[in-house]
């Protein structure tokens, strides 16, 4: 069997797992890059769910102890989930999604291996790896709120509150940002002006982090403080978008995230699943600075002319509790469009006059109930679209 038909049936087997492989210029190239042949025909045999080490080297006539270090080391490169319960070890093949853009950045390396990976996996995603997720509004990414905004915090719901979903941990991991370490080592791409060490995993998922050299384990105290910075620089808090068995906390940009990326780019519907909260304005107290406008990632904010707020006189405390005169000079307001804003509580959480406060949403959307549920409905609308696409096509 020739190198080229090793990788296709690859690619064939990339194609039966949840994410869709489309064809594109750079598939071919991209799967090169990051596969040797040897590996590609050792992974192509590969059960879509884990399977324990025993089951696996029989399928492969393969001793387990060789196999096992096989795969030990294709865990390493993130191109495998590794897993131990009890005695049993059990592997999976990781997915085109999982592969692209998570795991194949999360260490942060520049070796040449990862500087040739990165560029075909940004051009791919422009030129169809992501299109399937406008079929979709169960983003893999939900906003999680910022909490100090929330007007009345009796009304937020566990799924959103981060004290909550902390409780819920008890191993806590950071990896680099997979999304702006592609485009900061993408010699076409412009560097990202934010930090890289901000991605937050728990559970099962940080754990074979860890365990592969993937990420660093660090304390509940830690994370805190990781979304804390993140808040002051307007990142936008990314959680998995599942109620129970939550893994990842995302702090994300809107120049690289691909969530934010396909709602300006590939001009999708939408970017991240909303939070169930939206920003309200107070025109009363706003001073028209502008800094919610700027910081907003969804463009959900602007400044409206108000003549009469010209050279008012707002008077709020500052941090050491000494009152402050804060003047508007620009006769301008703040107005928010409730289509655009996703509920993130960016734009609120620097405002100096707390006129922006985030009040819940007439109409809740719950997410899935658990990461099961949420692959079977994505799915499910993977298939709907991919149908009505083709129906299109046809006429």
Same mark, same amino acid.
Request: hydrophobic share 30%; with cysteine; glycine share 6%.
């Given at each position: 069997?020739?190198? /080229? ?72 490169? *993130? ?28 260490? *942060? ?22 299109? /399937? ?47 702006? #370490? ?18 937050? #995993? ?34 936008? #808090? ?29 001009? #999708? ?20 600075? *502008? ?39 620009? *006769? ?64």
């Amino acid at each position: 069997m020739s190198e /080229q038909e090793v990788y296709q049936r690859f690619i064939d087997r990339l194609r039966q797992t949840w994410w869709g492989v489309p064809d594109a210029d750079e598939l071919m190239p991209l799967v090169m890059a990051t596969y040797t042949p040897e590996e590609a025909s050792l992974l192509t045999g590969m059960p879509p769910s884990a399977s324990n080490l025993e089951e696996l080297a029989e399928m492969k006539q393969m001793t387990p102890a060789d196999l096992g270090r096989r795969l030990d080391a294709l865990a390493k490169k *993130g191109l495998v989930f590794r897993t131990v319960k009890g005695k049993a070890v059990r592997y999976r093949l990781n997915d085109s999604f999982f592969v692209y853009y998570r795991s194949t950045f999360w260490h *942060g390396r520049t070796d040449e291996r990862t500087k040739a990976i990165a560029p075909l996996v940004n051009q791919y995603y422009y030129h169809g790896f992501f299109d /399937q997720s406008n079929y979709t509004r169960r983003k893999g990414l939900r906003v999680m709120p910022i909490q100090e905004v929330i007007k009345d915090t009796r009304q937020i719901l566990p799924y959103e509150e981060v004290i909550k979903v902390l409780d819920s941990q008890d191993y806590f991991t950071v990896s680099i940002c997979p999304c702006r #370490h592609r485009k900061n080592i993408d010699p076409d791409s412009p560097d990202c002006k934010y930090p890289t060490e901000t991605c937050l #995993h728990f559970g099962r998922l940080g754990h074979y982090i860890v365990e592969n050299g993937l990420g660093r384990e660090i304390t509940r105290q830690d994370t805190e403080e990781i979304l804390r910075q993140c808040a002051e620089l307007g990142l936008v #808090h990314g959680v998995s978008n599942h109620q129970e068995g939550v893994d990842t906390i995302c702090n994300c940009c809107r120049c690289c995230c691909v969530f934010f990326e396909a709602f300006y780019k590939l001009k #999708h519907s939408m970017s991240l699943s909303p939070s169930s909260y939206l920003s309200r304005t107070n025109p009363e107290i706003c001073i028209g600075c *502008g800094l919610c406008v700027r910081r907003c990632p969804m463009g959900a904010m602007r400044l409206e002319d108000a003549p009469e707020a010209k050279n008012r006189i707002t008077i709020v405390e500052d941090k050491s509790g000494k009152k402050v005169e804060l003047k508007n000079k620009t *006769g301008k307001v703040a107005v928010v469009n409730p289509d655009l804003c996703i509920g993130c509580g960016v734009c609120a959480y620097k405002c100096s006059t707390q006129s922006l406060v985030l009040e819940q949403r007439k109409v809740i959307e719950h997410p899935p109930k658990d990461a099961r549920e949420y692959t079977r409905l994505v799915m499910a609308d993977f298939a709907a679209g991919r149908a009505q696409q083709e129906q299109r096509s046809t006429k």
